[in-house]
């Protein structure tokens, strides 16, 4: 299965979803979004096929959205928009994208619903939360 990850290696729930995906035996296309920005058609097709908005989607912690006056609800979905594809960093991450669907994998479990294998488990995260238990069952975050 094709699995494409828009990635932030500076975010510990991005480098999760990636170790996870990777942990279950796929060779993801890694998108280091950061670097590459984004484009107006690929932000509107992710966030539609995720069922997200620029709101819904938009990181408020950790990034410019205060600093840029983007928290005010008063503030338009095209504002935020473009926003993003001047500050790629306002998109929150990560964003998996498959074959099952298309998730902001916040938190990084949520990544399990698009993967038809899992990886062994224990499975822990880097804070040592355990995210699958030893006989494959996913845990609550």
């Not at 796929?26 to 509107?44: A, M």
């Not at 819904?56 to 993003?84: C, F, I, N, T, Y």
Request: hydrophobic letters at 40%.
């Amino acid at each position: 299965m094709d699995i494409v990850v828009h990635h932030n290696p500076d975010c510990g729930t991005s480098r999760n979803v990636l170790q996870i995906i990777r942990d279950a035996g796929y060779d993801p296309v890694v998108v280091p979004y950061l670097e590459t920005g984004w484009t107006r058609p690929q932000l509107l097709a992710l966030f539609a096929a995720a069922g997200l908005t620029p709101r819904s989607a938009l990181r408020v912690s950790k990034s410019p959205a205060a600093d840029l006056g983007l928290l005010d609800p008063e503030v338009s979905e095209q504002v935020l928009l473009d926003a993003m594809l001047e500050h790629p960093v306002l998109v929150n991450r990560p964003i998996v994208v498959c074959r099952n669907g298309v998730r902001l994998c916040r938190p990084s479990g949520t990544v399990l619903e698009l993967l038809n294998q899992w990886p062994e488990g224990p499975w822990l995260k880097e804070d040592g939360q355990t995210l699958i238990s030893a006989n494959g069952d996913r845990l609550p975050e």
